[in-house]
């Protein structure tokens, strides 16, 4: 078994910067990825970003809302993963949820794919 805890959620203006952690615990040794999914309200959850543990290769949203403003990274000593996320937009309110993927086959974007999900964090961009 793997926990999650998310952190660094919270309210942020249009425009401002916000970084979410997520602590593993557990049955750590296991995990091959980690990813991040976001799910506004009345919206199906979707895919934010992913790293591979061990490379350290990345993954990203093909959204252009996505790309190339947040950045997904990971602190191994400390089993945690980080996503900072600048220029925040009112469409980026959303519930985000990091994840945990121990299967070697995992496509990124597949939340099928991830055994393991914290209880997420509320992001609020007001305008």
């Known amino acids: 078994q793997v926990q999650l805890v998310e952190s660094g959620g919270g309210m942020v203006q249009a425009g401002g910067p916000l970084r979410l952690s997520c602590a593993a615990s557990g049955r750590t040794f296991t995990t091959y990825a980690m990813g991040w999914f976001r799910q506004a309200s009345g919206k199906k959850r979707e895919f934010v970003a992913a790293i591979k543990w061990n490379a350290g290769t990345t993954y990203y949203s093909d959204s252009d809302s996505v790309k190339d403003r947040f950045t997904i990274s990971r602190d191994a000593a400390k089993d945690t993963v980080y996503l900072q996320m600048n220029s925040l937009k009112p469409e980026d309110t959303a519930v985000y949820y990091c994840?945990?993927?121990?299967?070697?086959?995992?496509?990124?974007?597949?939340?099928?794919?991830?055994?393991?999900w914290g209880q997420g964090t509320q992001v609020t961009v007001s305008s």
């Open positions: 994840a945990v993927s121990e299967a070697v086959g995992w496509t990124p974007v597949m939340s099928g794919n991830y055994a393991y």
